[in-house]
């Protein structure tokens, strides 16, 4: 299959990660309260949602290497088990170290997922059809993101909160199993290709100095710490303002439900905007909304606040992908994408622990406006940042990414 050709592998490998993306969703949540449940405090919940992205953070490059001269899909069921298996074991054990362990476990098979599906999203997409195809495919985690906490809410609750959170975790593991069901078929094409290309690996240090790489992995890591603090630390926040875990479910599934419609109009909000201002509106305003959830607003305003929040964080996932592969040297765009997600790790490592120490120190809602002027930070990188844009005709010509520099990214 050629660049841009049959799309049931995207239709299949949205499904896929909206079972896995939907388990992951529904089981961070979960952890946090049954670590509640049994006895941690808001600094060991961030330091057990910090373990999730340790593991992966090391990972990612080795695994990007890998994948740039080998096969995408085969990482796919190995992330689907380590999801799978972290989810399950999390909800048997009664230790908060061993929470922490099987957390890393399922960061690392989201690490495995993620890779190989990005890795197949850039390989099997002609140039111009990237920020569609990268659009779609992070429907499949929008998806997820509003399935898993609803699902969880409804599960947890209750005097027996420790067990009620336990399986939820035991129904997640059993919800990214599902995932299998679209895996089967999916085939990466390119894959001969690149093996026999072979090739000299490309530096990390160039790759990280290639123009217009590391704007896109900040505002990766950005958009992605506000989104982990969110699914994370809103339990917590629910707790100290009195909102039952079935309202906060159904809170960060407004939020999740809001990035889908965004990334259904993607498309024509690029040509209005252009990839440049769309992405310093988005970031600079979601900076505005995070902070704004530190205040002691009513439930609706908190609602109506995440609702344009997802809206705007569902901008940035997509675009940074591609912004990150079409600047990237080509034969080190999986390892380009690798590093682009070990930012994401070192966010999700960082901001819940920092979230956890700032929280201990300055109240449950202080780690939200932390993240805005993260995303603020990001808002200013993405205006100086230049960009690339796909040039279909030279991509269709050569059957691979063709590139060309604009003034609107």
Sequence with gaps: MAPGGNRGWLLRLVIAFGCAQGAVSMARPAVSYRALALGADERAVGVIAGVYALFPLFAAVPLGRRTDHGRCA?????????IAGGCALSGLTGSLVAMALWSGVMGLGHLCFVIGAQSLVARQSAPHEQDRNFGH????????????????????????????SALAL??????????????????????????TAGGSRVPVGRILRTRGVPAGILVSLSVLSATDILTAYLPVVGEHRGIAPSVVGVLLSVRAAA????????????????????LVVTCALAALLC?????????????????????????????????????????????ALALRLTGNRLGQAAAPAGAGLIAGLAGVAAPFVLLGALLLLSAGVALRAPGTAPRPEAGERRGRPGLRRTSDI
Aim: proline content about 7%.
């Design 74 to 82: 085969p990482l796919l069921p190995v992330g689907v088990v380590l």
């Design 170 to 195: 035991l129904v997640a593991g059993a919800g990214a199993a599902v995932a299998f069901t679209s895996l089967w078929r999916i085939e990466d094409d390119t894959a001969a290709k690149n093996r």
């Design 137 to 164: 495919f992070t429907i499949g985690a929008s998806l997820g993101q509003l399935a898993g906490p609803i699902a969880a809410g409804g599960l947890i609750g209750g005097p027996d909160r420790a067990g009620s």
């Design 259 to 278: 990035s889908i419609a965004c990334r259904l109009v993607l498309t024509p909000l690029l040509r209005l905007l252009g990839r440049t201002a769309l």
């Design 291 to 335: 902070a704004g959830v530190a205040l002691p607003v009513p439930v609706w305003a908190l609602g109506a606040m995440l609702a344009v929040l997802g809206f705007c964080l569902g901008v940035g996932q997509p675009l940074s992908m591609t912004t990150v592969v079409q600047a990237a040297p080509e034969d080190a765009r999986s390892t």
